[in-house]
């Protein structure tokens, strides 16, 4: 059986040597087939065989105590190539329980695992061109949004000296809202371009947003515009919107919540409880003038709207007596169907 056998077998006894090889064992490995039998596995190709782990094994199967299944190992022949090696050995049931026989079988997958390891490199070197196309457009994303920003300064730029030039009032107010928020999306610009892990930390977002707000609207010591917010991070995209809203809101106070010079403070919180945040703008100012017919939302009540919709969030207005507090609401899907289902009574922003 192991003469005929064109798969690589040889036939041992319990001291290792050889009883019987076939054919394709002593040719795959350069093996004289005539000196095969009568010598131990370890004397075979110059002692290419005589791998300390591998006397051990076989010593282990030859006494029962184990076998081997699926050794690999690297077959190191002088003046050859390596080959990499699966090694199988079993003891058999042979009639004469004082004499062991031990059958091996041999699979040479040097060129499987040439594959796998040239697949591998292949793998590798595609991660890493993965990794590098990222980092570049990571990096050409960044250039564009300063260039945005850059943009959005020099159009905010020229508003500003249409609102000086123009004759109407109506028309100075336009192009000053305008120019406002203009130069709120050229400052979201230009913090979205320094953030490199596609996240932004809303805590230090919103404070410096308020603060260019503040610097180019509050020219009066008694108005004031502070930012309380958690430490968190939010994605760059919901962060565009929490921006434009808060925005919105601030500019809104800032010209319906103190007229005639009144004095007061501006103040932004954001807070994070679980899988729900809510972003709030509150003033103590002259609140919300109680009209009828009710007036007809402006644009930036549309705007503020539309953004929250955009984040799954609700808008919620509070009478603060005296000022008005209007909060971006945001919970998980599941409780947001659940509360959803039935809505408590809700001002119109």
Request: aromatic content about 4%; overall charge negative.
């Amino acid at each position: 059986m192991v003469f005929s056998s064109t798969a690589p077998l040889v036939l041992l006894d319990g001291d290792v040597t050889v009883i019987a090889a076939s054919a394709s064992f002593c040719q795959a490995f350069d093996i004289d087939h005539s000196q095969a039998a009568g010598r131990t596995l370890f004397q075979l190709g110059k002692g290419a065989w005589d791998v300390p782990q591998l006397r051990s094994l076989f010593k282990a199967t030859a006494s029962g105590d184990a076998e081997i299944e699926a050794y690999e190992m690297e077959l190191h022949r002088p003046g050859l190539p390596t080959l990499c090696l699966v090694i199988n050995v079993h003891k058999l049931a042979y009639g004469n329980p004082n004499e062991t026989r031990l059958l091996m079988a041999v699979a040479d997958v040097t060129e499987a695992r040439a594959r796998t390891s040239k697949d591998r490199k292949l793998l590798r070197d595609q991660q890493h061109q993965n990794q590098e196309l990222a980092r570049n457009n990571e990096l050409l994303v960044q250039e564009v949004r300063h260039r945005v920003a850059n943009s959005l300064q020099i159009i905010a730029s020229v508003m500003m000296q249409g609102a000086k030039r123009a004759q109407s009032e109506e028309t100075r107010s336009h192009l000053r809202d305008a120019h406002h928020r203009v130069m709120s999306v050229a400052e979201l610009q230009q913090q979205l371009a320094v953030s490199t892990l596609g996240t932004v930390n809303i805590g230090a977002y919103l404070t410096k947003l308020c603060a260019t707000i503040a610097a180019s609207m509050i020219a009066d010591d008694n108005l004031s515009l502070t930012v309380t917010a958690e430490e968190a991070t939010v994605d760059a995209g919901v962060s565009v919107s929490m921006g434009l809203i808060v925005t919105e809101l601030v500019i809104n106070s800032l010209k319906h919540a103190f007229p005639d010079g009144r004095g007061g403070a501006i103040k932004v919180d954001y807070q994070t409880e679980g899988g729900m945040w809510t972003l709030s703008v509150s003033d103590d100012g002259v609140g919300i003038p109680k009209v009828k017919p009710p007036v007809m939302a402006g644009l930036g009540t549309s705007i503020v709207q539309a953004l929250a919709k955009q984040l799954g969030a609700r808008v919620d207005v509070d009478d603060l007596h005296p000022g008005t507090k209007i909060s971006i609401a945001h919970m998980p899907a599941a409780r947001h169907a659940v509360v959803g289902d039935t809505p408590a009574p809700q001002k119109a922003v």
